[in-house]
Each structure stands twice: as C-alpha cells, then as structure tokens.
C-alpha cells in the first residue's frame, strides 16, 4: 500500500500533493465569494445563459457580450478535478474583462464518472469550434479567440491548443489565437495511481492520449499558436513541478511559451488573478489576443 508510486512519493503522499482543498483548508471561502460575485455580473452584465454546443447534457456556456462588436474572445474553462464545479462560479472574472474591451465565456462540459476525460477533452474542442463558427453572432473577433483554464480546466484548455483544427474540423489551423493555463495539470499519470482513480477511471491508453506531456508536435511539424501558464509558490510541489516538466518538454519541442510562479498564491487564491486588471496573469491572458 506504501510502495513509492510516483517522484519516489508513497500513495499516501501522492494523494496529499494532489488534494489540493486538503492542502488549502479556506478553499471554500474561495467559492462562496467566486459564486457571490458571479452572480452579481450575470446580473449587472449583457449575457446569453446556456447556449448549448452539444447534445450533453452540460455541453452549454454562458456568453457575456463586448462593449463592441469585433472584441477579442477570452472563453475559461472551469476546474474542479473533471468532476465538480459549474461555469456559473466564473462569471465573475468577465467584467475586468469587458473593461479591457473582451467578450468572455464560460464553458461547461460533462464530467466524471458520467463520461470519460477524452470525452471531456472532445467536448472542449467541439465548444471551441462552435464558438468559432458562431463568432459574427456574437459579435466577437474569430481571429483573436483565446482559451483558458484553471486545474483541470487548464489540462483540457492545453488539449485543445494542442488540436488540428485543420485536419478535424475543417477550421482554420490558427482558430485560437492562445491558450492560457491556471495551475494545469498536464500529466495525468500519477492520477491513476491516487484517491482520484477510483472517480476518473483512467486507463494507459487515456493517460498517454490525453496528457499533453505525451502529445506535443515539434514545431518543425506544426507551430502551436501562444500558449502561458501560470502556478502559485504556495500550490503543493506536485502542480508546481508539473508546470516545470511541461514547460522543458514544451521548449525541447521547439514551441515556444510564457510561464509565471507565483509567490504567495495558492490553488484557489490564484484564479482571483483573473479579475484583476492589474494582475500579471490578467495582462498575459489579455496580450494573448494580439
């Protein structure tokens, strides 16, 4: 039971790097006061709720309008380890952002154990696709379409830079402009090995297809478009390190990225980054766009 299983850790101590609400024991006041806020800017903003992009049954996103029409696009995708969280606890983030002249998204998408992360990973994509085509209607700039994520939303904003949009949906290879990842996971091996497995249910076959540690292209293949990513100094060793591995893997392909640690920040504190104009990570996502 105590054999090491992952970076010479035990099990017991693998499951304490991953369990982030353990490490962190005020999270909930974390989304008390996100689910507060976000319903102050769903009521004080221009939304269109629960537009679907799929046939799931949470394959829908909640879309804040731009001041003006032809506004670059930051869509977040939510957390809470593939199986918990709503997009409805990050609306609030999209007021900074209509100040600094975006339109915002968030996007929801069936979770476990009801459907795999390879499904999940499909569905984002398929979201993405969607909000492409839909960009003249919603008033957005199809060629300045940026992604982001927090935790397992960072995993899966990372899959879909990671897509040939050419090759599987026909659309341009550049449909995001840039990728930002929040405290990501980027290999899901030490997941099958932890307290998630039992939840998540991954096999070889989808931590090999679905880790982007496994699935970066050379860019003497296919030259990815932007991607940053950001982690807290107060996050647990683990997500930390994941960062690093994936950042030098990254490099080693030839692509190129911006990273951040953040002194102070934990898994939670960090995502209030986010609504702050004046934030490092704010300013990174938003040059996304350029």
């Given amino acids: ?104 998204a968030s996007i929801n998408y069936d979770m476990a154990p009801h459907v795999s992360i390879p499904e999940m990973v499909k569905q984002i994509r398929d979201a993405v696709a969607w909000l492409h085509e839909h960009a003249e209607e919603l008033q957005f700039d199809p060629d300045r379409l940026v992604l982001a994520g927090h935790s397992a939303g960072g995993h899966l904003a990372v899959m879909a830079l990671l897509t040939d949009w050419q090759a599987d949906y026909g659309l341009p290879p550049d449909t995001l402009k840039g990728v930002g990842s929040i405290s990501g996971l980027y290999d899901l091996a030490p997941l099958a090995q932890s307290y998630q497995q039992p939840i998540l249910q991954l096999d070889e076959a989808a931590v090999q297809a679905a880790s982007p540690q496994y699935n970066i292209p050379p860019a003497s293949v296919r030259r990815l478009p932007k991607l940053f990513m950001a982690v807290g100094r107060a996050e647990t060793e683990e997500f930390q390190q994941q960062q690093r591995d994936f950042a030098q893997a990254w490099k080693a392909a030839g692509q190129t990225s911006e990273t951040l640690e953040l002194p102070g920040r934990n898994h939670f504190s960090i995502v209030d980054s986010l609504a702050d104009s004046r934030h490092a990570v704010f300013r990174a996502l938003c040059r996304l766009a350029d």
């Fill in 1 to 104: 039971m105590n054999d090491v299983t992952w970076r010479g850790w035990d099990k017991a101590e693998l499951d304490r790097q991953l369990n982030q609400r353990q490490h962190t024991p005020e999270h909930s006041q974390h989304f008390s006061r996100w689910a507060a806020e976000s319903a102050v800017a769903r009521e004080e903003l221009a939304v269109r709720r629960d537009l679907a992009y799929g046939k799931g049954p949470l394959q829908k996103l909640d879309y804040f309008l731009p001041s003006e029409a032809g506004a670059p696009l930051l869509a977040f995708i939510h957390g809470g380890y593939w199986q918990s969280l709503d997009k409805g606890d990050f609306s609030f983030p999209a007021s900074a952002f209509k100040e600094a002249g975006f339109a915002y």
